[in-house]
């Protein structure tokens, strides 16, 4: 909004008549996401995804998971948004957490089956 100076609710209705086209839709923990011809969107809950990153980015048992704060510039989500993900995958027994301020780390490497 302030990129475009619009105010909230110019770009909740732009949205909407976006969405009526189909060229819109609402993302859970990510408000809106406009759908682009061709793009490929992965619309499994974030979790999951976070998941996928053990993979994508090698890490073992043991190692540091990015921080809250790398992962929601990376998928284009709020750091709340994330962190509650990590909790779920944390209470999945994927993530340790050692307490508030530390770094994460990976506890299990999610098989593919487990992961989809």
Same mark, same amino acid.
């Given at each position: 909004?302030?990129?475009?100076?619009?105010?909230?609710?110019?770009?909740?209705?732009?949205?909407?008549?976006?969405? =009526? +086209?189909?060229?819109? +839709?609402?993302?859970?923990?990510?408000?809106w996401?406009?759908?682009?011809?061709?793009? =490929?969107?992965?619309?499994? #809950?974030?979790? =999951?995804?976070?998941?996928?990153?053990?993979?994508?980015?090698?890490?073992?048992?043991? +190692?540091?998971? #990015?921080?809250?704060?790398?992962?929601?510039?990376?998928?284009?989500?709020?750091? #709340?948004?994330?962190?509650?993900?990590l909790?779920?995958?944390e209470?999945?027994?994927?993530?340790?957490?050692?307490? =508030?301020?530390?770094?994460?780390?990976?506890?299990?490497? #999610?098989?593919?089956?487990?992961?989809?």
């Amino acid at each position: 909004m302030r990129e475009h100076g619009v105010s909230r609710g110019v770009a909740v209705r732009a949205y909407g008549v976006l969405r =009526q +086209e189909g060229l819109a +839709e609402p993302a859970p923990g990510e408000r809106w996401r406009v759908v682009r011809s061709g793009d =490929q969107v992965d619309r499994r #809950p974030l979790d =999951q995804r976070l998941a996928d990153v053990i993979a994508a980015d090698g890490l073992d048992v043991g +190692e540091a998971f #990015p921080s809250a704060s790398v992962l929601a510039e990376r998928f284009g989500v709020s750091r #709340p948004t994330v962190t509650k993900a990590l909790d779920r995958l944390e209470a999945a027994g994927v993530l340790a957490n050692s307490g =508030q301020g530390r770094v994460r780390t990976v506890r299990a490497v #999610p098989t593919r089956e487990e992961r989809t």
